[in-house]
């Protein structure tokens, strides 16, 4: 079907959403399983979550604009959110011998806010700030 005659229909976007959905929890788990290793929190990795993002938009035949430029943002986001969380629930899980699952959903805010403070560093943001420039730019 040539580009021109794809209908206009909400379900248009199903396929893109469900694709930044599986981009965000796969890159958290990549992330965590990384900063587990490497016992750092490996804000390097930011970059890369958001040509991660981008590239599963793309995949997905999301139409190109601004609106897959923000959706690539909020998947960028959300992936680094997410994999800030999870962290610092797999720090407080294993010091209360509770699995990584069990301790986010107990941790809160102010404690995983603590925690991300002190393990990221001034390079952790710079590369956070990075990684929402580059989605933009790859995201259109």
Do not use: K, N
């Amino acid at each position: 079907m040539p580009p021109s005659d794809r209908p206009s229909s909400p379900s248009r976007w199903l396929l893109p959403l469900l694709a930044l959905c599986v981009g965000v929890l796969g890159m958290t788990a990549v992330w965590l399983a990384l900063s587990m290793f490497l016992r750092s929190p490996c804000g390097w990795l930011a970059p890369l979550a958001a040509l991660d993002m981008a590239m599963m938009l793309r995949l997905s035949a999301a139409p190109a604009g601004r609106v897959r430029a923000a959706l690539a943002i909020v998947g960028t986001v959300a992936a680094i959110a997410l994999s800030y969380w999870m962290m610092a629930a797999t720090q407080m899980g294993q010091l209360l011998g509770l699995s990584s699952l069990e301790s986010a959903q107990r941790l809160g805010p102010v404690l995983a806010g603590e925690l991300v403070r002190h393990m990221t560093s001034g390079w952790d943001i710079a590369f956070a700030a990075l990684a929402l420039v580059l989605a933009w730019r790859f995201g259109r």
